[in-house]
């Protein structure tokens, strides 16, 4: 038996207006502020690692829209919105099952990551998943970087992981609803 369409689950990405009133309710510092410097993502092989940058300004040239996923942020971000927003974060599995349900388009192989309600879940960001078994956070839906030919992200079976700590220009996450 299926449940009726006002109880199932839904993912929703996390926006840079939602994280910003988190952290101006806590004061709360992300691992890339810790660190001063985080990942930029010039194309799916090469990167920079600049200092200063996060969550505002993700690419370290455009400060982030308010209406955009929130990136620049590691798993323990995540964790600690989840904790304040009283939100929990999916598991590889569960992403998965709840992404086939969104027929918009795949955004990738993009130039650029798109408005949020333009697109698939799957595609535009890579979205932190919880740790599976032995305990690696693996990341889930693929880039607006990806293609068939580099990560092929938007590929379930796909595996890439992440340590609590890393920070990206391309990665952020999506809290269940």
Same mark, same amino acid.
């Given at each position: 038996? %299926?449940?009726? =369409? ?8 996390? &926006? ?6 988190f952290?101006?309710? /806590?004061?709360?510092? &992300? ?6 410097? %985080? ?13 200063g ?20 942020? @590691?798993? !323990? ?5 989840? #904790? *304040? ?7 590889? =599995?569960?992403? *998965? ?11 990738? #192989? =993009? ?17 932190? /998943? ?5 305990? $690696? ?5 693929? @880039? ?5 030919? %580099? ?5 379930? !079976? $796909?595996?890439?992981?992440?340590? $609590?700590? &890393?920070?990206? =220009? ?8």
């Amino acid at each position: 038996m %299926s449940l009726p =369409s006002c109880l199932e689950e839904s993912l929703h990405i996390v &926006t840079v207006e939602e994280f910003k009133q988190f952290v101006d309710d /806590t004061g709360y510092k &992300t691992d890339a502020e810790k660190y001063d410097w %985080s990942i930029v993502q010039q194309n799916i092989v090469d990167f920079q690692i600049l200092g200063g940058i996060d969550w505002r300004c993700p690419d370290g040239f455009h400060y982030a829209k308010d209406k955009e996923a929130v990136r620049q942020v @590691s798993y !323990n971000d995540a964790l600690a919105y989840c #904790n *304040w927003a009283q939100k929990e974060i999916p598991s590889y =599995s569960n992403y *998965w099952d709840i992404a086939e349900k969104d027929t918009r388009p795949i955004n990738a #192989n =993009s130039p650029e990551i798109l408005p949020l309600d333009q697109v698939n879940l799957v595609g535009n960001i890579w979205e932190l /998943t919880l740790p599976d078994k032995l305990d $690696r956070i693996r990341l889930a839906g693929g @880039s607006y970087l990806c293609n068939p030919n %580099s990560c092929n992200g938007t590929n379930q !079976n $796909r595996e890439l992981h992440v340590d $609590r700590t &890393t920070g990206n =220009s391309h990665i952020g996450f999506a809290v269940l609803q």
